[in-house]
């Protein structure tokens, strides 16, 4: 009896050493022969040798236990596969895994300084893991690294940024052949993630990008109801979505098949089998870019294919074919010199393909259409915080691609068009069209009236006057306005007939001249161009506002010429030009020679000139005036370089308590208009608030805020300096040619004030009051200031191509903005 129980023994430990049938880990001394196989804890998971299909190979692999149906979802020597069934899966010395068969190792982990004391496990979730026997829960290697067909729940697909790894799903050649087959999903774009599943580097299908929540496409990317939900982690280290499911009673897979279809299947315990829960290319309009650039593909009674609105087809005998393959063109070419509006396509359509594009998940509505509106590539926009509840924005540039009809995504896409464009239309506009036309019809019965009425009071005053004054009716106001008349006479003889030589700037407005008259006093003449987009209403604005105002730090206006077609206004000479030449040095000859004229006390005092004559602007006038155009090229710089406030334009008036009101044509120099002045046209003393804020820091700097390059990051001038700040080093801000010897304190002061002014929202900036209290004492505790309006300007071009050439900063100015 005894010896009966002592062979019993021997026989069940010699099972357990030798064979590893019911258990789900392989340590050293231990192998795994054809036949034999590891199984998950919860007998959920199989490793062991197989078969696919027809072929006579034998592969180690990974399938679903108990199943009716063998579903493989991992083979680890997929690229050599063995003849017979000699093969052994076990840990080789240098502590791999490996598998070896009678002509040597087939496969291996290929891990380096394993150490000998490893072992590897099936795990539950289907991931195969070698890890050391000191710390288990740190793998060495894992077979989740290196996705085949299958894509499980907790499986990573994205990208490893430290060490450059990338985990994609890659088909199999055949069902009968598990090889790497032709094509691949792999999530791209890590700023701004989509998957892409191509063909080689053919792209032959699209889903996203991601949005912070979700994948915008359609509604159907990797959320099929109750059973498929996505999340996305991203870090510094790591970018990658893991599918998950609602709940762990669930088993579900990701499948890329042989060609080229990805397919969502859950499997049906009752029935014994995989359900289809969705294939992702299920119509024609799947196939990526259809219908070629900027051509938008949903099936309709008519056609697969439809032209954006503005675009025509590129070849219309190819479209009539139904060849669509070479899409559509913009039916004006863009012209950078025009003003375009955009068009709002709500659930019309998907996002387009990130190929020429720029992201930033700071921005909101207002920072992205004013830097769409300020790049002529720039194509269309879209604010991520109207999809779902993503954040951010993001520009395309070029040609749109991969457009397909999306109507119940939530997706906002601005389209970039000129105004003529978007309110053209079909029968819809029948009613648009009638007011238009009664409004046309007025508009001439004003032109024919009022000019005569004006010309015959005009003639009846000037007959009274003798030509020497004219009165403020003529600008608009009812007062009587003592202003010098200058006939085109003299003008003309003083300017050699606007001679080249005598012509000293040249602005929105028109041309300015230097000349003297027979006082021998210096004066600039500047001329309203033919050719200038601002217009006799500007004219008339700057001579009636001006004249009133009386500050030492607005520049003198002393008459007009108003005769024939010639509009001219009359100023003191200021001899040492614009400020911008000094700050900016774009006349090198200027810079080098005044350059170290402003040294720091000399730009703290025109900081407090400007700030000084934009209050009295806003407080202290006769009338109140907010400028709008306040910019470094419109403060002008006398004798001693005490700065005067120049170009009343584009001013406006208002009475009393400071206001705020909307334009319906926004007009000013981009890198100096406040966020909701750029966007939606609201103005109020904020907005030059916001406009000296820019100027300050472009006088501490000798950078401008518009076109701003820096080595390291994407900033814009504002918000280079705000990182500065937070970061304690806003003196890295100081221009050179400052010299070393400053106040830092002072410095430091003028760089909040500056910041403070420059917030993105108008509540927050202080008025003119407190910004020039808190320059003018020392004192005063300042705020800490939020982030500023258009924190990023960014060099675009290199968002282009990896391989593009380092991008260029160009300045693009803009004062004139029509209606949109």
């Not at 998971?45 to 236990?65: D, K």
């Not at 190929?355 to 830097?371: G, K, R």
Request: glycine letters at 8%; hydrophobic letters at 35%.
């Amino acid at each position: 009896m005894k010896g009966f129980r002592f062979l019993l023994l021997c026989a069940v430990a010699y099972l357990l050493l030798s064979s590893v049938a019911a258990v789900d880990t392989l340590r050293h001394n231990q192998t795994l022969t054809d036949g034999e196989t590891l199984v998950s804890s919860g007998n959920i998971f199989t490793l062991g040798f197989f078969t696919p299909g027809n072929s006579t190979y034998r592969y180690v692999g990974i399938w679903y236990a108990n199943m009716s149906v063998q579903t493989v979802i991992w083979v680890a020597n997929n690229q050599n596969p063995m003849n017979d069934r000699s093969g052994v899966l076990k840990i080789a010395e240098d502590g791999n895994l490996v598998i070896v068969n009678s002509t040597g190792v087939v496969w291996t982990s290929n891990v380096s300084n394993a150490g000998n004391d490893t072992s590897v496990q099936m795990l539950d979730t289907g991931n195969l893991v070698l890890s050391s026997s000191s710390n288990s829960q740190n793998y060495l290697w894992q077979s989740y690294d290196h996705i085949g067909n299958t894509f499980l729940p907790g499986m990573k697909q994205g990208f490893n940024l430290k060490t450059g790894q990338q985990w994609y799903i890659q088909s199999w050649e055949s069902l009968n052949d598990p090889s790497p087959g032709d094509y691949t999903d792999k999530l791209e774009n890590p700023e701004f993630p989509q998957l892409i599943i191509r063909k080689g580097d053919e792209k032959h299908y699209r889903i996203g990008p991601w949005n912070g929540v979700r994948f915008i496409y359609g509604g159907i990317p990797l959320t099929t109801g109750k059973i498929f939900s996505p999340t996305m982690y991203s870090d510094e280290n790591e970018v990658y979505i893991v599918l998950k499911t609602s709940s762990e009673s669930i088993t579900a897979r990701t499948f890329l098949n042989e060609t080229g279809v990805l397919q969502q299947y859950y499997w049906n315990q009752q029935a014994g089998q995989w359900i289809d829960v969705l294939s992702m290319q299920q119509d024609v309009c799947k196939k990526y870019n259809l219908c070629g650039n900027n051509a938008v593909c949903g099936s309709t009674a008519s056609s697969t294919c439809r032209c954006l609105k503005g675009f025509t087809p590129k070849v219309p005998q190819k479209w009539q074919m139904q060849d669509w393959s070479d899409g559509c063109v913009r039916q004006t070419v863009i012209d950078c010199e025009k003003e375009y509006a955009f068009m709002k396509l709500t659930n019309e359509v998907n996002l387009p393909d990130l190929l020429q594009y720029s992201v930033n998940n700071s921005m909101n509505l207002q920072d992205c259409q004013a830097m769409c509106l300020s790049n002529c590539s720039c194509s269309a926009f879209s604010s991520l915080q109207m999809i779902g509840q993503g954040s951010g924005c993001a520009l395309w540039f070029g040609d749109l691609v991969d457009l397909r009809a999306d109507t119940d995504d939530g997706v906002v896409l601005y389209l970039k068009l000129l105004p003529s464009e978007i309110d053209s239309g079909g029968g819809s506009n029948k009613k648009r069209r009638l007011v238009i036309a009664v409004t046309t019809s007025v508009v001439l019965a004003i032109l024919v009236l009022v000019p005569l009425g004006w010309y015959s009071r005009r003639t009846a005053r000037r007959d009274l006057r003798g030509g020497n004054m004219f009165t403020s009716q003529e600008l608009g106001h009812e007062e009587e306005l003592e202003l010098p008349m200058y006939d085109l006479f003299t003008i003309k003889a003083i300017t050699a007939n606007f001679a080249s030589s005598q012509k000293i700037g040249e602005g929105g407005f028109g041309p300015v001249y230097k000349a003297q008259l027979e006082t021998g006093q210096e004066i600039a003449i500047k001329r309203l161009s033919k050719n200038s987009r601002q217009g006799l209403n500007e004219f008339k604005n700057e001579a009636s506002l001006i004249a009133k105002l009386q500050h030492r730090n607005l520049v003198r206006l002393l008459g007009c010429c108003i005769q024939d077609e010639e509009r001219m206004l009359i100023y003191e000479y200021l001899p040492n030009g614009s400020l911008d030449s000094y700050i900016f040095g774009q006349h090198s000859h200027l810079h080098a020679r005044h350059g170290s004229l402003l040294d720091w006390k000399k730009r703290y005092d025109i900081i407090l000139g400007i700030a000084r004559g934009l209050l009295y602007l806003h407080r202290d006038s006769r009338l109140r005036i907010i400028h709008r155009d306040l910019k470094a090229s419109n403060v002008l710089l006398d004798n001693e370089l005490n700065p005067k406030i120049s170009d009343f334009g584009m001013a406006r008036t208002f009475n009393g308590e400071p206001v705020e009101d909307k334009t319906r044509r926004v007009v000013g120099t981009y890198g100096y208009m406040s966020p909701e002045y750029a966007i939606d046209g609201f103005f109020s003393i904020k907005s030059d608030v916001f406009s000296f804020g820019v100027l300050l820091l472009e006088i501490v700097s000798g950078k401008r805020n518009r076109g701003f390059c820096h080595p390291e990051h994407e900033l814009s001038l504002l918000g280079h300096a705000w990182n500065l700040l937070n970061e304690g080093k806003e003196l890295e801000l100081v221009d050179p040619m400052t010299g070393k010897e400053y106040a830092k304190s002072e410095v430091s002061r003028c760089i909040q004030v500056g910041l403070l002014c420059v917030q993105r929202h108008p509540k927050d900036r202080p008025t003119m009051s407190a910004a020039l209290s808190m320059l003018d004492s020392e004192n005063i505790i300042l705020p800490h200031p939020k982030e500023p309006g258009f924190y990023t300007e960014r060099s675009l071009q290199e968002f282009f191509s990896a391989n593009d050439a380092p991008s260029t900063c160009n300045e693009m100015t803009v004062t004139l903005l029509e209606p949109r």
